[in-house]
């Protein structure tokens, strides 16, 4: 293990420059101009790959995006390690708050500045750094691995869902890890056992056959932006509480060990709303932040549009306005029970007076991971070693579909190994990721491969037993 | 009369290339892109009108977008008319919505197409025409003539407020006529008494310091967009009146013979409502869709705007949200009474969870003109003779502020002679005069100039009398 550690150690800016060409792709996939771009990424991760030493490495063209496939099926007596990843980002947008260009890699104040640092080339970037101090110092990895990165991620599409199903053999593995999270807060290593779900609705609220002027058809008829704020504004009780028949009805209550752990935590919620730039926090009530972030469902409208946006005024009754509606799900929720919720819920609270339509664009199962299996072990001996600390565990509020569907398809758990922080601003201006978080993963993750294959040669029949009793639905 | 009749007959297509002319010059005025455009169009009529014979025209700079000035006063014994307009038009946005270009003109079915046919160049355009066929056939005008053109009519600046409070001398007149509204429909001649005024505000709802990622911040604090669409919905109660203690206090009741008049306009619910496209009408209870649209106050929403609003999915909590909220007021509502009213009662309403700022961004005073005063009885005359049929009264929802500035700047009434049609689409894609309207139009101005010449030989005393009798106050 000195041997790779110090490898590192001397390789890091080099590591550095590397990381800011693949954030110089700007691989966006929702954006359909950015179509090339996603390709080129994918081709540069093929070529990284192989300049590592990974073998089968290959581009794979699907009916979106294409998916980059590479691996290191060469040891004996070692467990098999699937590492799936994403190469696409999100918008940028706004452009104007970031502090420097979100394509151009900066590194200010020890912190990695870039669209895509956090989420999640920087922290792909740790598995390719270990695996090229492994192969360039013992010439061998410590487990067999096999690696997965799409470019939907993002934009909620199925391809890879779609190439899992049609390549079970390809990827047979004993588990997989994802390093797409983030610490509890810095200098507060932490393993994340627990992700929220989501369903995301795009809602259409069509009035008018055209737009109107609104001093002279103002009054009579129902406007199609009034028509909407009325429904959203219909979506939560004076209490916090999303406001639909059923949505909370199949809630796995917290478990007595998971409060343990939480209170583990450091945290305020006075800290955490002064970071926000909040006057006061607001959620369901009758629970806490940490339990409103990680156990409690919730449901965000991500954007609304409609009539005149720009400077100055514009006399206006738009034709129609839209709006996204995101709802984050927790286990034991359906997506597509909920789905089907929100659509009747929505249809009977809407007004005749205008015409509304729903598009679900995208849907994540939620997911959990026990506390006591040996992948969630070696990962938390692994950051322990990384970090030079006790890690604590934690839950994200965030969804990593391809957790549900690791588990569906291949019937293997995950590990989540995230080096991210809270604050990283992933999905927003000035996304980061910090240095030493960068490096401390690359060692913790050297570490994790090692565990692995210890784990797996001193209790092997134990090991694969138990990975393989894991559940989706046990916390 | 009949040789500025016959020199209309003749010049028809002449007339309408120059229209066309006029319309490609793209004066927007909320577009700072625009500047150029709007003094381009300012120096396009200086010139147009000079070729016409009119005396004394000029640009006039402003701190804002430049004025026109023009007249010919060489009348004796004759009453002085001020011509009112503007030059600026709305921005044409959607685009994509347009049948053919907003500032190519294009004739199909009759009409004329393009942004300002009927908002305002085209209705500007019958009087120039008038002002020609007089002084090309007659040499000379029946009444003296000031014509005082604006460039920010529809971005709410106040440059013309300050150019009639400095030239009190120079715009001097007997009466004013603005030709900017519309026929209550198709072949039903109609004049305009009474004009809504307006209150439009900028609303801006300001959360969390940055945008921040809907799955781990979610649930955790208040949406702004959720919030913005919370403070919307309590605008309106259940039964469409506005919800803001003492809205309606001031508002003065129809009077009986409004009704009457009312009543004779051709006009079913049912056509209206399916004219726009919709299932059902709304607006406050208790009153007609005419008394909604004309004698009612209202509360629009005219623009929405947060979050992520392309396409696809994103994952965002925005920082802050925003909308434009317009009040059309009627007499005798006071818009800085309701502007205060409105400020008061959002700030009452806004939740402690986020950030409410208010911009007052434009206000109009309401205005209305008795039936029975010398210059109506004119027009009345006039539309008789231009359109060969008796012309109804009817009221407008639309503001025009310059109404109520003519009356306390320079003491003038102003008779609204409008040639549009309720269908026209200003302020919307596919604007559009109908051609029959436009050289109807002209006929009616020939007629309505001549008329005010006649009254003023034959009632000099009592005409400018009743004249210096009207009141804004009074129905």
């Avoid at 792709?25 to 990424?41: E, L």
């Avoid at 730039?277 to 932040?289: C, K």
Wanted: aromatic share 8%.
């Amino acid at each position: 293990m000195d041997q790779p550690l110090a490898y590192v150690h001397v390789n890091k800016d080099r590591f550095l420059a590397e990381l800011a060409e693949l954030i110089a792709i700007p691989s966006v996939s929702t954006d359909p101009d950015r179509r090339d771009d996603m390709r080129r990424c994918a081709e540069w991760l093929v070529a990284h790959l192989r300049s590592l030493g990974m073998d089968g490495s290959r581009v794979i063209s699907t009916g979106g995006h294409p998916i980059v496939y590479s691996e290191w099926c060469r040891a004996q007596d070692a467990p098999t390690l699937l590492l799936y990843g994403h190469y696409d980002v999100q918008p940028p947008d706004p452009l104007e708050q970031w502090t420097s260009p979100p394509f151009q890699a900066s590194v200010r104040d020890g912190n990695l500045y870039g669209r895509g640092a956090m989420d999640d080339k920087g922290q792909l970037f740790t598995h390719f750094k270990a695996i090229e101090a492994y192969l360039r110092t013992a010439g061998r990895l410590p487990v067999n691995l096999k690696i997965v990165l799409e470019g939907e991620e993002e934009s909620g599409g199925d391809s890879v869902s779609v190439f899992l199903a049609d390549h079970k053999h390809l990827l047979e593995a004993d588990l997989a890890v994802i390093s797409d999270s983030a610490f509890f807060a810095e200098d507060v290593p932490s393993l994340c056992y627990g992700l929220r779900g989501n369903v995301y609705f795009q809602v259409d609220v069509q009035g008018p056959g055209r737009d109107l002027h609104s001093g002279l058809f103002g009054g009579s008829l129902h406007n199609p932006i009034q028509a909407l704020s009325e429904i959203l504004a219909q979506l939560h009780d004076r209490e916090g509480r999303v406001a639909m028949d059923g949505f909370y009805d199949d809630v796995l209550p917290l478990a007595s060990e998971e409060r343990e752990a939480f209170s583990r935590l450091p945290w305020k919620d006075d800290d955490y709303r002064r970071g926000l730039g909040l006057a006061e926090l607001y959620g369901e009530a009758g629970f806490s932040t940490l339990e409103r972030l990680w156990a409690r469902p919730t449901l965000e409208c991500c954007g609304i549009i409609g009539g005149y946006t720009g400077e100055g005024v514009k006399s206006v009754i738009p034709s129609h306005a839209s709006a996204k509606v995101s709802m984050r799900l927790v286990p034991n929720q359906s997506p597509a029970k909920i789905a089907s919720l929100f659509e009747h819920h929505m249809h009977s609270i809407a007004p005749r007076t205008v015409r509304v339509t729903l598009r679900c664009l995208t849907r994540a199962e939620p997911s959990i991971v026990p506390l006591d299996s040996p992948g969630v072990r070696a990962a938390v001996a692994a950051l322990r070693e990384g970090f030079h600390k006790e890690p604590l565990f934690q839950r994200d509020g965030g969804s990593i579909p391809m957790v549900a569907s690791l588990k569906h398809t291949l019937g293997v758990d995950t590990v989540l190994l995230g080096f991210g922080l809270p604050e990283g601003n992933e999905h927003a201006p000035d996304e980061f990721l910090s240095l030493s978080n960068f490096f401390g993963g690359i060692g913790t993750v050297l570490h994790f491969y090692q565990e692995l294959h210890s784990s797996f040669l001193e209790y092997r029949h134990r090991w694969v037993r138990s990975i393989s009793g894991m559940s989706a639905q046990k916390g």
